[in-house]
Each structure stands twice: as C-alpha cells, then as structure tokens.
C-alpha cells in the first residue's frame, strides 16, 4: 500500500458476517481485536519514498540543532556601561551583578563618542591578573576628551 496517491488512512477489513464472539465484553473486545483490528493498515503515501541517507541527513540536521541549543544555555553574557571617563589615564573596577562560572570569559569594549577626528585612538584594556568570576578591572589609557562613555560586554562559553 505505499505510495498510494490517496491521503494518509487507517484501513482495516470488513467485519465477517459470520463475526459472532462470545463471552464477556473483554473476551469480544479481544477478538474483534484479533480478528478485524489486528489486519489493519496505515496508508502513507510516499513514505516508501524517503530514502535512510535523507532519514541520516535529517538526524545529522536535528543533532547540530541540539548542539547549537545546547552550546546557547551554557553561554552567559554580561554587559554594561563605564560613564564619566576623564582625559586622564585611568583604571575602573566593574563588578558583574552575578558571577561568571569561571574566570575563562572575553571581554569587549565599544568606545562612545558624539564628534569626530581624535589626533590618538585610547587603549581599553583589561587589567592582568584583574579578570575574576565577579569583575575586572579595565584600564583606559591616552583617553582624549570626546569619548565619555565606554560600552562592555563580556561573554563566557563554556
């Protein structure tokens, strides 16, 4: 019955006229179940069609979905804002609102500023030796007066 060009059904046989159990209901129910339920088939067309290296293809498939999901609920990301940077070179503790699992995280920094043309780009930094599962401490130094404000994110992949 594959490949059939019907749409997916349940087929089972006729009762047999002479169909006529006895007993109580459980013992009729059993033999309708033997003798009409049993013969039964499921009618899908074209699922004869689907070959095992497409079945493989799409296992391969869910399993790299499960491992992107996976990799997704282990990664946590911390981020946040230095405000009231000053021309002065200068190091400023950030402390995270909850710890990171260990101290194995990457940290980035996006400067922010309103003007253009700065004469010499400052360095941002992390401090060695600073980087903990609660913090770090960045260092900012030859600031030039346009920039202010210094986004972060830190990012921690297990």
């Given amino acids: 019955m594959d490949n059939q060009d019907s749409s997916p059904a349940l087929i089972f046989p006729s009762v047999p006229d002479d169909f006529c159990p006895t007993g109580n209901w459980t013992q009729i129910f059993q033999q309708f179940t033997d003798t009409v339920l049993a013969s039964g088939t499921v009618n899908i067309p074209g699922l004869a069609d689907v070959t095992t290296q497409q079945i493989q293809t799409i296992n391969d498939y869910l399993l790299n979905l499960q491992n992107q999901v996976d990799v997704l609920t282990t990664t946590?990301?911390?981020?946040?804002?230095?405000?009231?940077?000053?021309?002065?070179?200068?190091?400023?503790?950030?402390?995270?609102?909850?710890?990171?699992?260990?101290?194995?995280?990457?940290?980035?920094?996006?400067?922010?500023?309103?003007?253009?043309?700065?004469?010499?780009?400052?360095?941002?930094?992390?401090?060695?030796?600073?980087?903990?599962?609660s913090g770090f401490t960045a260092i900012i130094d030859s600031n030039v007066a346009t920039i202010t404000t210094l986004d972060w994110v830190a990012i921690h992949s297990a």
Avoid: C, E, H, K
């Fill in 76 to 133: 946590q990301v911390r981020q946040g804002t230095i405000t009231g940077l000053t021309t002065a070179d200068q190091t400023i503790s950030v402390t995270f609102s909850t710890a990171m699992p260990s101290t194995n995280y990457t940290v980035a920094f996006t400067p922010v500023t309103t003007t253009f043309g700065t004469p010499s780009a400052p360095i941002f930094a992390v401090q060695t030796g600073s980087q903990t599962i």
